[in-house]
Structure formats: C-alpha cells, structure tokens
C-alpha cells in the first residue's frame, strides 16, 4: 500500500511565496515519478510539475519559471513543491501523486492541501 501525505498550504498575497510537501511512504517502486497536480471546483485536476526518482523535472505553462520541483532523497519519499510569484489563478487544492513514468498518471493520491492566493 501508498500514502501520499501533502502539506505546506495556506493564504497567501499575490506575488507571494509558499512551499508544498509531499511524503510518499509504502510500496514504492524504485521507478517512479512524483506528480504536484491541481483543482479548483468545477474543473479538472490538472498537472502543475512532476519528478521522477532520478530527478528529471517537468512543467507545465503555468508553472514553468515560477515553480520548482525538487526532492528531498533519490528513492523520491519527500517532494517539494516550491511556489513563488503566486498569482490569484494559482488559489487550488494541491495534490500530489505517485505514477511510474514522467508522463503517468497513478492511482495513487493524497488528499490534499488548499492553495488561497489573495489579498
């Protein structure tokens, strides 16, 4: 079994920084890829960032030049997800999931945590 724990959320002001977590634990295969996804009501989850255990980056349009996505350890257990130059677009419940390849989506989710960008 997977748990995928995310934290870091909260309010922030527009042009603002924050920094998400995520903690992976269980049956980790030694490829795999940790996803940052979001969603705002009435929307698809959408990806934001993704890294796999080696540690190659991919970003969305949206993230790219403001986020960055790095880990904590090669076996992929703790990523993070840093923020900076928050927009108001950018408020969404952030979550993080653990897929095999870069371009994967798993079964496996956390529950979340809440992004509020606004002044």
């Known amino acids: 079994q997977v748990q995928l724990v995310e934290s870091g959320g909260g309010l922030v002001q527009p042009g603002g920084s924050l920094t998400l977590t995520c903690v992976a634990s269980g049956s980790i295969m030694p490829i795999n890829t940790i996803g940052w996804y979001r969603q705002v009501p009435g929307k698809q989850r959408e990806l934001v960032a993704a890294?796999?255990?080696?540690?190659?980056?991919?970003y969305t349009d949206s993230a790219q030049g403001r986020f960055t996505i790095y880990r904590e350890d090669s076996a992929v257990k703790t990523v993070y997800l840093q923020m900076n130059n928050l927009k108001t677009d950018d408020t969404a419940v952030y979550y993080c999931?653990?897929?095999?390849?870069?371009?994967?989506?798993?079964?496996?989710w956390g529950n979340g945590t809440l992004v509020t960008v606004s002044s």
């Open positions: 999931n653990l897929a095999k390849y870069l371009r994967d989506v798993g079964p496996y």
């Open positions: 890294i796999t255990n080696a540690g190659t980056p991919r």
